[in-house]
Every structure is written in structure tokens, then in C-alpha cells.
């Protein structure tokens, strides 16, 4: 973690939005006590993490440093997004 860039640490450094989705996710796979296959543990979780994402609402800071850092440091694995090569905010 800190052999990275400052910015890059800023925008990754979210425990409590990572602990908050994980209590949420536990919280629906602890309700039930069995599931009938893999895939319906998958259809769940995905589900629910479609609402979590609904309660995402702020923006994370300075995303837009960090993808350019993320640029430079792991080149050609990120998609370059409109037609001046820049890269735009994900979220």
C-alpha cells in the first residue's frame, strides 16, 4: 500500500465504505442458510451489490489523479476513454 502514489493511496484508502459493503453483503448471505448452488450465491450477492451501489453517492476525491497514476504505473491495462486519449472518471 504504500510503495503507491499519494494519490492513488487517497482514492483506495476507503475502509469504512469497504467494511460498510461487506457488513451489507455478510448480512444477506447470513440470512439464508443454504444455497442450491453456486450460482444462486452469485445471483444474490450481485443483486445486492446493485443496490448498495444505488446508496453510492459522493464522489471520490481526486479520481481523476488517481486514474492517471494508475495510467502511468500499469500502462495499456486501463481502457482509454474518448477520443483525445484522456482518461475520464469512472464512477
Known amino acids: 500500500m504504500f510503495g503507491l502514489p499519494e494519490d492513488i493511496r487517497r482514492a483506495v484508502y476507503t475502509t469504512n465504505a469497504i467494511e460498510s459493503l461487506n ?16 450460482e444462486a450465491a452469485f445471483k444474490l450477492l450481485y443483486l445486492a451489490l ?11 476525491p481526486n479520481w481523476s489523479r488517481a486514474m492517471n497514476q494508475f495510467a502511468i504505473l500499469y500502462d495499456g491495462r486501463l481502457p482509454m476513454l474518448g477520443g483525445d486519449n484522456s482518461l475520464t472518471q469512472f464512477i
Open 50 to 60: 446493485q443496490n448498495a451501489a444505488k446508496k453510492w453517492t459522493m464522489p471520490i
Open 23 to 38: 457488513m451489507s453483503l455478510r448480512k444477506i448471505i447470513k440470512c439464508r442458510s443454504s444455497f442450491p448452488n453456486e
